[in-house]
């Protein structure tokens, strides 16, 4: 059997998903809606004050308003398979979805005993985050901060609970398939950004920089946030109602269907892309053809 493996390549099309986070007021948004042509989710009806509207007619992007995570889900999936000439995608604020999220979830079950009423949202913006990740565009995510505790020896000699700072407030973990988070602070008149995590070699942990865009551009290289975004066919209706009927009828497993879709980093057959769903059907129309 061939090895599947090849030699690494430089950039390789690479898009910056990251996250930035902080206290009200700092100039999150207002970075960020400097960004190429940005595609701004908001969350939080932000974008009507007068200044992000010229921010953003400045940047040639447009706005979408929604704090319901199905909808941004969708709309997630339709910049990925839809052609358009937006390059960032800014959703402000993740904070505000995970909320919504919580809140209903904590309606639904009436708990919040071992964290319950954080699993159906954590699993929300998880899918949310894989969509993000496929996605050809540069991802900004919003987040307001929160205190960060840690566990410390009180002067008793017990354990107790101090402060260690901010952290993002959202999904615990959100950092993990992200390639850079920081947080946003002011210092004097000036915005500066702390890097708190990073992948990319222009960005160093613990780095402080001023937090706009000619400078994040510079950092990172202009090229890789400007060039065009590149659409990708998903499974249509049609396709998907063929796999799920040959899956059926040549009795694979849900594990083997679960497996299927993480390879390909999607939460359900509709979000595969066209080629590997035509490479589905063909597959296993050879499996029930050699069954039968």
């Known amino acids: 059997m061939a090895l599947k493996a090849r030699a690494p390549g ?4 690479k898009r910056l998903k990251f996250l930035a986070y902080g206290v ?8 960020a809606l400097q960004f190429p042509k940005p595609y701004y989710i908001d969350t939080e009806r932000g974008v009507e004050n007068e200044q992000y ?24 999936r339709s910049l990925m398979s839809t052609p358009h000439d937006y ?7 993740i904070t505000e979805i995970y909320d919504d999220l919580l809140d209903a979830s904590y309606t639904k079950i009436g708990t ?14 998880k899918h949310l985050l894989r969509l993000c990740v496929r996605l050809d565009m540069n991802v900004v995510l919003i987040s307001h901060s929160k205190a960060k505790w840690k566990n410390s020896t009180g002067s008793n000699g017990k354990m107790v609970l101090s402060s260690d700072g901010e952290t993002w ?28 995590k990073t992948r990319e070699s222009g960005f160093q942990d613990g780095e402080i920089f001023s937090w706009d865009y000619s400078t994040f551009a510079e950092k990172y290289g202009s090229d890789n946030f400007e060039r ?5 066919a998903l499974a249509s209706d049609k396709q998907v109602a063929m796999i799920e009927s040959l899956f ?11 497996k299927f879709l993480n390879k390909h980093n999607a939460d359900n057959l509709s979000e595969i892309p066209r080629e590997i769903a035509d490479k589905a059907i063909e597959h296993y129309q050879g499996v029930k053809k050699g069954a039968a």
């Open 10 to 13: 430089v950039g390789e099309n």
């Open 87 to 93: 390059r960032t995608l800014v959703i402000d604020s």
């Open 24 to 31: 009200a007021g700092v100039g999150k948004s207002y970075c």
């Open 248 to 258: 059926k009828e040549c009795g694979v497993s849900d594990s083997a269907i679960v």
């Open 228 to 232: 065009d975004s590149v659409s990708v």
């Open 112 to 125: 919040t005993d071992f964290n319950k009423h954080r699993t159906e949202p954590d699993i929300k913006i």
């Open 53 to 76: 509207q010229e921010l953003l007619k400045k940047a040639g992007g447009a706005y979408f308003f929604t704090n319901d995570s199905d909808e941004l889900i969708a709309e997630v």
């Open 169 to 196: 407030d959202c999904l615990k973990g959100l950092d993990y398939k992200l390639d850079l988070v920081v947080e946003v602070s002011k210092r004097g008149h000036d915005r500066v950004a702390s890097v708190v």
